[in-house]
């Protein structure tokens, strides 16, 4: 774990600067609809989920169900089941450590994983963990700040969910630049497109995810054969 700490801090540095941010931000939105810091920390800690946060203030400020709540967040982050099945064979060599990994899973977190490169001597299981430990814990500092300075300074929250978009933009291009392969990049964004043309912008992911999913299996050898030139 020790060996492992510097690489996986080094690693999660872009993550860091959007997610103490967008955390802040939503430690705002969470005072401003009548909830203190501990609320912001509990939330952080037993929900991170991003923009189901986000979705969660709205809930909490119209008073909305518990079955309201459950399917809207399920809609909202059911894209983390696609990509939890790349993971399903690594996670589970990790032993008791796969339930954090799965409930920690988030966009970032995953195109971290996904790119990772592990320095000689260091264990990947343990780098991959302590990735989503940090990442967790940026998300938390930032909403427990947020939460306790948001009813003391002015905080104009419009337009801070295209930092999110930004933070993965750059994941992308990193992602692209230490790659050889570009097909499933093609295929990705190729699928997006199609998909939100035909559906719009309110339902083109959960289809597009799919599409993607069938593609990369179709075409998994090969991939693998030009991963491996």
Known sequence: M?????PAFTVTIPVLCGYLFIGFAFGVMLRDAGFTAPWAFL??????????????????????SLVTVAVMTLLLNCRHIFYGLSFLDTFYQMGRAKWYMIFSLTDETYSLLCSLKTPDGVDPAAMRFLISVLDQSYWIIGSVIGAIIGGVLPFDTTG????????????????????????????GLGAAAVSLTLLGPDNFILPAMMAICVMLVALRGKLAGEVSE
Not at 2 to 6: F, G, N, V, Y
Not at 162 to 171: D, G, H, K, N, Y
């Open 160 to 187: 801070i969910d295209f930092a999110m978009t930004a933070l993965f933009t750059v994941i992308f291009v990193e992602q692209w630049k230490s790659s050889k392969c570009h097909i499933p990049a093609f295929l």
């Open 2 to 6: 020790k060996k492992a700490l510097r």
């Open 43 to 64: 939330s952080s800690l037993t929900i991170y989920a991003g923009s189901g946060q986000y979705l969660l203030v709205s809930l909490l400020a119209a008073n909305s």
